[in-house]
């Protein structure tokens, strides 16, 4: 098999350069080691910048977005049950989209044109300073994928990062002490907007995935065990971090999914190896704080996807040799964003009441200062690629 681009990963990043390389007639092999069935039911974030929802627009799979997303022109900040709005609109004009990344992929996996390989095994990169290929095993069979670039989309544990010898890969990684114990219920959601609330037992977060499906987060130490939450512990866990007001007015059900999400901040650079280029979280992870996951993601394969458009099309290489530049400047700036937002919002025992009154002052700086509230809302609803 030969093709343009071998696509490794089909989560969201990788099916939407395919997606958008399909649209450009740039020939395209996605492989995933999972099943569709696999990918399509990871729960995951559900906050889109304006960019994101525009790369959706751009690959033609934007309908269901439309229909079904929850346009958000805020949020709310709490400290100790002292709410804060921020007025994304009011401050910078913008707003963010809440849709599923479990609808998007879903949208992307219905419009893939060209070839998927789902349960590909023991997938494998070759010679991508020379002349890339791709092998994989499938019923027993080796195959093998000849290329002219590999796509390194498929995640923090894929194989496209373990590639690249040590000695040319540099990485960066804070891991935090805590984790997000999360449920997700079909009850409406407690509030219109998203509710991200400090509070001397640790961090909550009030989020949605529509408007009768509400996901819910509690900060707890990185050795908790999901078995050790019932879902009665969970919501009475969850309306003592919220303010009254929210708590009382919290619906809560039988939980559908569960799970503890660990945070951390990690960074790999450079992007390229010679023909082997990464994207998403084979490249980043940021603390689900700034909502910056996915959004990073796709921020990389649009300028992925346009760096191989205008090689293809203009037979210039100078999108593919800044692409790396390019994509970790944005990256970086996400990362610092993640990293104050969980600062800011998060428990750690460990600063003592010296650090805690550091973040009231934080919190209170911010409630009096528009220009303080502009930074936020500008970094939350996406900087400029």
Known sequence: MRTQVAIIGAGPAGLMLGRVLDLAGIDNVILERKSAEYVLGRIRAGVLEQGSVDLMHRAQVADRLVAEGLIHHGTDLSFDGDRLRIDFTGLVGKHVTVYGQTEVTRDLMEARQGNTIYEAANVAIHDFDGNPSVSWEQDGVTHKLECDYIAGCDGYHGVSR?????????????????????????????????????????????????????????????????????DDRFWDELRLRLNPETAEALQTGPSIEKSIAPLRSFVAEPLRFGRLFLAGDAAHIVPPTGAKGLNLAMSDVAMLADALIELYGEKSEAGIDNYSIRALSRIWKAERFSWWMTSLLHTFPENGPFGRRIQRAEFDYLAGSRAAQQVLAENYVGLPS
């Open 162 to 230: 373990a590639s690249v010898p040590l000695e040319a890969l540099t990485t960066f990684e804070r891991t935090y002490p805590f984790g997000w114990l999360g449920i997700l219920v079909d009850k409406p959601p407690v509030a219109h907007e998203l509710i991200y609330a400090h509070h001397e037992r640790g961090f909550a977060l009030c989020s949605q995935r529509s408007n009768v499906r509400s996901r819910y987060y509690v900060q707890v130490p990185n050795d908790e065990k999901v078995e050790n939450w019932s």
